[in-house]
């Protein structure tokens, strides 16, 4: 989804983007550690994006709910 808005985001300037992903995307707990792998690959990709996405002006922020 970033990356289909992101062209749109450049052509006005830059923009912000907010991914609020859980909590065990940081911490593992008994039974979750498929979902907590998979949350923390999630928070890396999009903390990747944001250093894409820099340049042009955009801003990602990551957020734990």
């Known amino acids: 989804m970033i ?3 992101a ?3 450049a052509a006005n300037g830059g923009g912000a983007i907010v991914n ?3 909590a065990l995307s940081w911490f593992a707990s008994p039974g979750n550690g498929a979902y907590g792998a998979a949350k923390a ?3 890396n990709t999009t903390n990747g994006v944001r250093l894409d996405l820099a340049g042009q002006g955009t801003l990602i922020w990551l ?3």
Request: aromatic letters at 14%; charged letters at 5%.
């Open 3 to 5: 990356r289909a808005f």
């Open 7 to 9: 062209p749109v985001l």
């Open 20 to 22: 609020v992903l859980s």
């Open 41 to 43: 690959a999630a928070w």
């Open 63 to 65: 957020g734990i709910g």
